[in-house]
């Protein structure tokens, strides 16, 4: 007897978790294919640290390959779903087109950036959502910090050390956070602080409060860091226009500034609402056991999903890495349920709290609900990463203690470049090379 074929779209944290739970279910008997447009999972609640000089790049990134040795991987991006034929089409990474058949489905394709109607934000902005976007963004401040010593005027200089980030959710903040201990280190060797002034960094959110969505009390405590460590924090301040020059504000205020950082959120890949299924928000809607109705042989899950949330009747769970985690394991074990290993289940969930690494020994965490701020906070917030990852823990916890008792390495490679990190790429985690196709 054939083997069912399962294929899995995306290795972020829904389809990573998806794969892993259904092959240690079904083991080898079922073929299980994982279609992503890299050969590695990536824990991007650490890419703030890549930004920053303190982790490698390799460090945050797991092997597909090496992790999940009973799933064949194939590299592409997907670009349609035939639910006839039952097939996914993809392009591979040389540009040649592909399609994988299947009995099952997994469609665990993520979120991209979230865009705004604002003039230039497209053009000179850059966005958080990948590995490319970390490593340029890490190129580009330590660039700007020594183009400042050399400016031709005290203006431009000034404009070089200015650093905007919109977006004061849990990404905005850690960037900023971080952000600005990285630029003060870069200063601080460089010895451009006495004549030229330390580097300047705003947040900017819409929002009444930094982190709108955590506990009030998590806000409380990043504000205080972020301020302290000197970040210009505006809350309900938006940018209005984008220009090479600087960002205008919705208050009237003109900052000069090379340096956008775009953190305002994230929508679900342009894929699923063209997959031609029901969708809410741009996410697929699916059941509380993560099946599309009308289509068992489709599970959805992570931010491409819909999912009910049971401590809210009518809403839907938020877009976030714990959810995706929990969302993708489930998936996988009531994907081996109609395969026979099992029973489904439905979605449910207990909020296991937050923890925001504000850089050094700041965080704030509420780990199942109890506030904590400081190097506690700090402390457990770390390993509260490492417990998550799914590989690479004596790596990463090498290079935490490198970093705590050595100097940073404060160097530019010109790896990436601004044109390869579009902000409307609906691939993050792929560079655009000269002559490519748009990704949109």
Request: charged fraction near 25%; glycine fraction near 10%; hydrophobic fraction near 40%.
């Amino acid at each position: 007897m054939s083997r069912s074929r399962v294929v899995v779209v995306g290795a972020g944290f829904a389809g990573f978790q998806a794969a892993r739970a259904l092959s240690r279910t079904v083991r080898d008997r079922a073929e299980i294919i994982v279609l992503n447009p890299t050969d590695y999972f990536l824990y991007l609640p650490l890419l703030p640290q890549v930004a920053t000089g303190i982790l490698e790049p390799r460090r945050v990134t797991v092997s597909v390959p090496n992790a999940l040795p009973r799933v064949r991987l194939v590299l592409g991006e997907a670009i349609g779903v035939d639910l006839a034929e039952q097939k996914v089409h993809y392009t591979d990474p040389e540009g040649r087109s592909g399609a994988l058949a299947y009995d099952r489905l997994v469609l665990a394709v993520g979120s991209v950036n979230k865009l705004l109607p604002i003039p230039g934000i497209a053009d000179h902005a850059h966005g958080f959502r990948g590995l490319p976007e970390a490593l340029y963004l890490r190129d580009h401040i330590t660039r700007q910090i020594e183009m400042a010593a050399d400016a031709a005027t005290a203006e431009e200089s000034a404009a070089r050390r200015t650093f905007v980030v919109v977006g004061a959710g849990y990404t905005g903040t850690e960037v900023a956070a971080q952000g600005k201990l990285f630029t003060d280190e870069l200063t601080r060797k460089r010895r451009t602080g006495e004549r030229h002034g330390r580097a300047r960094w705003l947040l900017l959110d819409v929002a009444d409060r930094v982190l709108p969505g955590l506990d009030p009390r998590l806000s409380s405590t990043a504000d205080r860091v972020l301020r302290r460590r000197g970040v210009d924090v505006r809350t309900g301040t938006s940018v209005k226009e984008a220009t090479r020059a600087g960002v205008q504000l919705d208050d009237g205020e003109f900052v000069d500034t090379r340096t956008l950082v775009w953190c305002v959120g994230v929508r679900p890949d342009p894929l699923v609402s063209e997959v031609g299924l029901p969708v809410e928000h741009g996410r697929l809607v699916v059941d509380s056991r993560l099946n599309v109705p009308g289509h068992p042989e489709i599970f959805a899950c992570g931010d491409a999903a819909a999912v009910p949330d049971p401590t809210r009747p009518g809403e839907y769970t938020p877009m976030t890495a714990q959810h995706a985690s929990r969302q993708g394991k489930l998936a996988g074990l009531n994907l081996a349920a109609t395969l026979g290993h099992g029973e489904q289940r439905s979605y449910e969930h207990h909020d296991l709290g937050f923890a925001v690494d504000l850089g050094g020994v700041q965080a704030a965490a509420n780990p199942l609900g109890v506030p904590m701020s400081g190097p506690l906070a700090g402390a457990v917030t770390r390993g509260y990463h490492l417990a998550a990852m799914p590989g690479n823990r004596v790596r990463v916890g090498a290079d935490w203690l490198l970093d705590a008792v050595l100097p940073r390495q404060c160097v530019q490679l010109g790896l990436v470049r601004s044109e390869a990190v579009p902000l409307d790429s609906a691939s993050p985690e792929l560079t655009r090379l000269p002559g490519d196709p748009p990704r949109q």
